[in-house]
């Protein structure tokens, strides 16, 4: 499971700074969605070898009768659901009466704490950290955001005994990325055989109120369906395993259904944070969107998650009952217009409450899911590369043809291309638009993000 850090602090200490510089590399995918904006309160983040989910709590000001209520309700849920807080101090300002009820608030939660001094620039860091001993939370970790200094050996201070603890094996590679082997047609053919027998985890998400819990119990209700009880912890979504049509699936309940039909339990509040794990944690993600709501900021929110996280989409516009015409006119206008972007997701309308279109979903995720995963051999992707450069030359560049050599797999899930050539890092972005979309053609990718990258060299 990723691990989930917390920056928690007074307003001004450098959180955002801080936020910023952790999500920067990661976010990126959103750039090339230009209907999507990052978001600035949960990101994603890769450093130290290690992928985390990092959320920005904002300002909390102790200082204002008693914390329980000046904190908002969205930071204290964001730090009961962090593996790692990170209480951010200002080295400069010196330990503030707000920092001391934020300290005693965090040693009451009895969360894994590190206190860290921040803007230790071009002071003398060691007598100006001294004092934030006194918090009671242990070592103080020096650092300056604005400059990136510590930040590295701060994550990796703060993640490695959690990462440990949890069995989560440190990526090695910069760029965070799994190096993936080479597979020949036979091996390709036999890793997909052997995925298909796979359960594919699927995340139901959605901004609350859209139909998630009654879809669910729509999926779950079917009699094709074989249902298997699994307990879940309250802090996270509840996995449900089940097997249709000879196809295994493990259903991602953000939404807490299976929690709710016992008694004593409460029902979830809607949680950003459930539903970031949720989305890292699966191969497909079936966002769901209210038809009578229109597209609204959240639902575009999490729709960034998922493209982040390169996830196979699937899209269900659900309450397509009792409509008039007019209406589902004016919504497919507005997908046209704020989701055209993502060309390679299919959108469903569908009825949870009445069942209508529901089965048709399995088709769509099936297809999704065979997509972002499917092996495919370096020979069978040298040659889709080879027949886009006869298709369509790739330009001259100081006067020489790039010149492209081989194409490999460089993971999956999402698909990722990986090119080497000469001079291919000088290939403009239209031509790499236009090879992602030639192997998205050749490949029949569909529901799923294809990531290329350029290696110059042999
Ligand atoms: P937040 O309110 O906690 O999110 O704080 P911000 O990230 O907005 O930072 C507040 C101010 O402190 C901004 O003007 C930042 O540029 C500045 N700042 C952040 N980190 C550093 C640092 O490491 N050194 C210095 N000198 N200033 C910093
Ligand atoms: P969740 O918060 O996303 O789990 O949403 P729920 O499944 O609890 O649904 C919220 C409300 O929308 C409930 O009153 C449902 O009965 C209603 N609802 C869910 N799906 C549909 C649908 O397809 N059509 C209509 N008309 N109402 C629906």
Redesign the pocket.
Known sequence: MIPVVALVGRPNVGKSTLFNRLTRTRDALVADFPGLTRDRKYGRAFLAGYEFIVVDTGGIDGTEEGIETKMAEQSLAAIEEADVVLFMTDARAGLTAADLAIAQHLRSRDKVTFVVANKVDGIDADSACGEFWSLGLGEVYQMAAAQGRGVTNMIDYALTPYAEAMGIVRELDEEGEQVEREYTEEEAEAEQTRLQNLPIKLAII????????????RILGEERVVVYDEPGTTRDSIYIPMSREGREYVLIDT???RRRSKVHEVVEK?SVIKTLKAVEDANVVLL?I?A?EGIAEQDLGLLGFALNAGRALVIAV?????IDQLVKDRVKSELDRRLGFIDFARIHF?????G?GVGHLYESIEEAYDSATRRVSTSMLTRIMQMSQEDHQPPLVNGRRVKLKYAHAGGYNPPIVVVHGNQVSKLPDSYKRYMMNYFRRSLKVVGTPIQLRFHEGA
């Open positions: 959605g901004k609350p109120n859209v139909g998630k819990s009654t879809l669910i119990n939404a807490g259904v809607f769901v209210d009578r659900n309450k397509w009952d009792g569908i009825s949870a409450l009445h209508t």
